[in-house]
């Protein structure tokens, strides 16, 4: 099993900003994700590709939001298949708790943005990283400081 961190990008090009986010996931459904006419840009950073089981932890960088919309950590999933389709990559996922606390308050904190920035490692227009298990453990821990 793998963990990832997925960046989502509110910018008048991107399927979804935080509204559609917030009103279209929820725990214990599967969600269909898919980016029409672009591929999703991997750094799996040792992590091989995403696959069924996998972990992934959603985020909302700062570029890009209007006045009111927070960055941030908006949720948790269980990847269910990840693919191609012919529209583009598509990732079936679960929401998992927190899930639904964290869409409605994101986590977000100097901590947090300074790990995520340490993942992307400079290349700020990647969609999706791989990260260690204890990645993946701080970001947990953060994340539940933070509710």
């Excluded at 991997?42 to 995403?50: F, K, N, S």
């Excluded at 985020?59 to 298949?81: A, M, R, S, V």
Aim: overall charge negative.
């Amino acid at each position: 099993m793998s963990h990832w961190l997925y960046q989502m990008r509110a910018n008048d090009n991107e399927p979804y900003r935080p509204e559609h986010y917030r009103a279209e996931v929820y725990e214990d459904r599967v969600v269909k994700w898919d980016t029409p006419g672009e591929t999703i840009n991997i750094d799996p950073r040792g992590q091989g590709m995403p696959g069924p089981g996998d972990k992934v932890i959603f985020f909302f960088c700062e570029t890009g939001l209007q006045d009111e919309e927070e960055p941030g950590l908006y949720g948790l999933g269980e990847i269910q298949e990840f693919g191609n389709e012919s529209s583009g990559r598509v990732l079936h996922f679960t929401p998992l708790p927190p899930n639904d606390e964290l869409k409605k308050k994101p986590a977000w904190s100097p901590k947090i943005k300074q790990f995520i920035n340490k993942i992307r490692g400079g290349f700020f227009q990647r969609t999706l990283w791989g990260i260690t298990e204890p990645e993946y453990q701080e970001f947990l821990a953060e994340m539940h400081a933070s509710l």
